[in-house]
């Protein structure tokens, strides 16, 4: 999401054809025969209340995020030992440890995983949970002014970002609107600049006749995955009734 971008940053970004690209990580290594994962941090980053980004953070933030109850919790339970274990080598590498080959972790984190977004320890404990939801603290490179939830969140320049000059503005608002037609009219009033995530493909015409618009391609597939342990898809036969059905590839 834009606003978790430019709140929060991310340990690596998605770029033009997919490409990984650095952010508040500098790269990663998969070992243990690829069960573990070693992620490198980016040197002197600063979270906006000038606490540093360091792989205690990362690894507070992870622990937080996989032993949460909320729904956009991250899926990535192993098998046999619960969450993934997590340890740091030093101040800037951080680990993650699967009974299993995660080969898309960091693609996972790439496409907008909340594990790629990291917050201020230091804040957290310091505001408590409900003050820092209204106004929480990254190293993006914007700051909360105001929070109105299901209205407006308005955002400034965060001087301890790491990428100096950057960014380019010194505020930015994001307001809610109800549907493609209010994001219309508002344009239309000069009451926007921006806009994201059409998806009614009859006003397209409408946006192109006054505005720039972009097409980007999609980085959210959906799949229905198959409990293979129990019956009835413990069975290669359950499973090739399901592929052929659905006109799927069959991938052992």
Known sequence: ????????????????????????????????????????????????????????????????????????????????????????????????????????????LQGGDILNYMVSESAFH???????????????????VNDVPGNELILKRNPHYFMKGLPYLNKLTFKVVASDEAALEALQAGSGQAYEGLSTPQLL?????????????STSPYDIQLNTAIPAFNSIKARQGIYYASNCKLIS
Do not use: C
Not at 126 to 144: N, R
């Open 126 to 144: 310091k505001m408590g949970k409900v003050a820092f939801g209204l106004k929480p603290v990254g190293a993006g490179p914007f700051v909360v």
């Open 1 to 108: 999401m834009s606003y978790e971008n430019a709140i929060f940053g991310g340990l690596f970004d998605l770029g033009p054809k997919g490409r990984m690209l650095p952010d508040l990580a500098t790269g990663y290594k998969y070992v243990n025969g690829g069960k573990t994962v070693q992620v490198f941090l980016r040197h002197g980053v600063r979270f906006s209340d000038g606490t540093r980004l360091t792989s205690s953070v990362v690894k507070w933030n992870w622990i937080r995020d996989l032993n949460s109850s909320s729904s956009s919790k991250p899926i990535l339970e192993s098998a046999q030992k619960g969450i993934p274990a997590v340890t740091t080598s030093g101040p800037y590498q951080v680990n993650i440890t699967f009974d299993y080959v995660n080969a898309a972790f960091i693609d996972e």
């Open 205 to 217: 015409s409408a946006f192109k006749s006054r505005f720039q618009v972009t097409a980007e391609p």
